[in-house]
T-cell receptor
């Protein structure tokens, strides 16, 4: 299973865009990239996922590099409520039961 | 969206006793549920995959006799920590896949259960 590498923490000013990077250099062609976040002492919340094209939804945008070895989650206008640990996960296409969480990035949104 | 609940949210027990944690899918039927454990300041670790009507599949290193999983219905999975010890103190989180989500295969997570073993 492909592993992910994320910076342990990042700061972002409220109202600015938060760009969270993830490295998944060993990803294979049939593996998806998922992003979840976990607010303190709660269960993780789904944000977005993609295979190779960039994706956007009401919460965020996901930019995947052409070689698929890394991706960036973008929160366009971060608020204090976006303070959380953000996890980048790689899921095999044909083994949808396997969600292995890496260490994640603690995003601190500051006023 | 799909909602997953857990009960209890917190439990404190004495060493040597058993504790049961319930995980319910409230507005969908989940043929597959998952159990994770999270120690302080660490990431989630997948413990086992729970399939309705069949035995759970445990991840390597997880003792199946200590962490008993039962998935008796399409909306309920239970995790029983048997003969709990202080090192079992952790945050236990369940999740479920909503078959209505189609190709997204996302997992919906419960709010977690904080277990403290004295």
């Amino acid at each position: 299973d492909a592993k992910t590498t994320q910076p342990p923490s990042m700061d972002c000013a409220e109202g600015r865009a938060a760009n969270l990077p993830c490295n998944h250099s060993t990803i294979s062609g049939n593996e998806y990239v998922y992003w979840y976040r976990q607010i303190h002492s709660q269960g993780p919340q789904y944000i977005i996922h993609g295979l190779k094209n960039n994706e956007t939804n009401e919460m965020a945008s996901l930019i995947i590099t052409e070689d698929r070895k890394s991706s960036t989650l973008i929160l366009p206008h971060a608020t204090l409520r976006d303070t959380a640990v953000y996890y980048c996960i790689v899921r095999p296409l044909y083994n949808f039961n396997k969600f292995y969480f890496g260490s994640g990035t603690k995003l601190n949104v500051k006023p | 969206g799909a909602v997953v609940s857990q009960h209890p949210s917190r439990v404190i027990c004495k060493s040597g006793t058993s504790v049961k944690i319930e995980c319910r899918s409230l507005d969908f039927q989940a043929t597959t549920m998952f159990w994770y454990r999270q120690f302080p300041k660490q990431s989630l670790m997948l413990m086992a995959t729970s399939n309705e009507g069949s035995k759970a599949t445990y991840e390597q290193g997880v003792e199946k006799d200590k962490f008993l999983i039962n998935h008796a219905s399409l909306t309920l999975s239970t995790l029983t920590v048997t003969s709990a010890h202080p090192e079992d103190s952790s945050f236990y989180i369940c999740s479920a896949r909503d078959p209505r989500a189609g190709g997204r295969y996302e997992q919906f997570f419960g709010p977690g259960t904080r277990l403290t073993v004295l």
